[in-house]
C-alpha cells in the first residue's frame, strides 16, 4: 500500500496493499460506474478462490483476510476475504463471515464488514508513536497464504488461532528485520507471484491440455520412425527408478532416444511435490510428463517459485514451534508478541539489527 506505513501479510511479510481500483471482479467497471458509495459484489469465499485462481501480477497481494480480536467473545477470530479498493486507503476491511468474500470498491462502511486501521498492522515500525492496547491490533493475511497455512500448519487451526497468530507474528518480525536492506529480497518479494496458485503454473497447465490431443515431443514423428527406436523392455518400477535419477534435460534426451511410454501416473507422482495445484486436476486429461518436466524447468531457470519455496519455508518453521508451544503448560500468546514488540529491548535496537525475541518465546 502506499503512504508512511507498510503493513505486511502476518505469514508472510510481504506487502498486504490496497487495490488501485483494479479488482479481479469480471464486472468492476460495470460496478464503478453504477454510483458513488459502497459497489461491492458478494459471493462465497470458496467460489471466490476458485473462480479468479492463477491471479496475474500483484492482485493475489491485494486478496486479504484480517485476524481481529473480537471483543464479544473475546478471542481471535479470522474474517471473509477481500479484495477491495478503497479511494480513502484508509482501512483495511473484510467480511465478518469467515465463509464470504467481498469484491469491489468501497468508500463507505456497509453491514457485513470488519475492518482495521492501517497504521495498527505496523508493528515492528518506529511509526508506532504510543503504545496501544493489544486487543486493538488486527492483522492483514492473504488469502493464499491463509490456504497454505491450512495446508502446511494445521487443516484446524482456527481451533487454535491465538496460537497461530502468535508463532506467525514473531516469526514475520524476525524475518522482516533479517531481509532488511537485503535489495535481492526486496526486489523479489516486489515480483513475488501467487504463491498458491501460481499464473505461470495456470497457463502451464491449461497448454498441457492442449498438447493432450496432440502426440507427446519425443514422439512427433512418424510410427514408421517410432519402430527403428529402441523399445525399453523394462517392468515398469525399474524404469521409474531410472527416471529417477535424470533431471529434465536427460529425461528429455532419455525420450528423444528410446520409445518411452507415457506413464502419466510416474509423472503425476513426480510433479506432486512442487503443485498445490494438484488437488484441482489430478483427474484432468492433460500431458503430465510435458508439465512435470516444464515445472522442474521453471524451478530452476525463473523466480517463478520463490515466492512458494520461501512462504513453504515459513510455514514449516511455524508449525514446529505451533506445535512446541501447543505442548506448553503456558504457550506464547498474540498478547506476549504484540507487548515486547511494543514495550520490548527489541523495539529500541538499531534499525537494521535483527529483531530477537527471548529464549521462553521459542
Known amino acids: 500500500m502506499g503512504g508512511y506505513y507498510y503493513t505486511g501479510c502476518v505469514v ?7 487495490g488501485s481500483c483494479q479488482s479481479i471482479c469480471a ?5 464503478k460506474k453504477s454510483g458513488q458509495g459502497a459497489q461491492l459484489r458478494w459471493l462465497d469465499a470458496d467460489e471466490l478462490e476458485r473462480t479468479y485462481r492463477f491471479r496475474e501480477k500483484r492482485e493475489w497481494v491485494d486478496t486479504l483476510r484480517l485476524i481481529y480480536f473480537d471483543r464479544s467473545s473475546q478471542a481471535y477470530r479470522l474474517s471473509g476475504i477481500a479484495h477491495l479498493a478503497d479511494p480513502h486507503a484508509t482501512y483495511f476491511k473484510a467480511p465478518i463471515d469467515r465463509n464470504q468474500a467481498c469484491i469491489g470498491l468501497t468508500n463507505r462502511d456497509p453491514a457485513g464488514l470488519v475492518r482495521c486501521h492501517a497504521q495498527n498492522v505496523a508493528l515492528w515500525s518506529r511509526s508506532l508513536a504510543k503504545p496501544v492496547d493489544w486487543r486493538e491490533f488486527a492483522f492483514v493475511v492473504h488469502a493464499s497464504c491463509w490456504s497454505l497455512t491450512l495446508r502446511i500448519v494445521d487443516p484446524h487451526a482456527e481451533d487454535h488461532l491465538h496460537t497461530i497468530l502468535a508463532v506467525s507474528l514473531k516469526r514475520m518480525t524476525e524475518l522482516h528485520t533479517e531481509e532488511f536492506g537485503v535489495l535481492d529480497s526486496c526486489n523479489k518479494k516486489q515480483r513475488a507471484q501467487d504463491p498458491f496458485r501460481s499464473p505461470v503454473v ?17 514422439l512427433r514423428r512418424s510410427s514408421r520412425v517410432r519402430s527403428r527406436m529402441p523399445r525399453l ?52 486429461d492433460l500431458d503430465w510428463r510435458h508439465l512435470c518436466l516444464e515445472i522442474e524447468k521453471l524451478r530452476r531457470s525463473s523466480e517463478t517459485f520463490w515466492g512458494r519455496d520461501r512462504i513453504l519455508k515459513i510455514l514449516r518453521h511455524n508449525k514446529d514451534a505451533c506445535l512446541r508451544n501447543l505442548k506448553k503448560a503456558q504457550p506464547l500468546t498474540p498478547k506476549d508478541v504484540i507487548n515486547y514488540i511494543q514495550f520490548g529491548a527489541g523495539r529500541d535496537s538499531a534499525f537494521n539489527r535483527v529483531f530477537k525475541y527471548p529464549v521462553e518465546f521459542n
Do not use: T
Open 202 to 218: 495456470g497457463r502451464l497447465i491449461e497448454e498441457c491440455k492442449r498438447r493432450r490431443a496432440e502426440p507427446a515431443p519425443a
Open 12 to 18: 508472510c511479510g510481504i506487502e498486504a496493499g490496497f
Open 27 to 31: 464486472h468492476y467497471r460495470d460496478l
Open 233 to 284: 523392455n523394462l517392468p515398469c518400477d525399474i524404469l521409474c527408478l531410472i527416471l529417477d535419477r535424470l533431471d529434465y534435460l536427460s529425461v528429455r534426451r532419455f525420450c528423444q532416444a528410446v520409445d518411452c511410454p507415457p506413464m502419466d501416473s510416474y509423472w503425476r507422482c513426480r510433479a506432486a511435490p512442487h503443485l498445490f495445484e494438484l488437488d484441482e486436476i489430478r483427474h484432468e
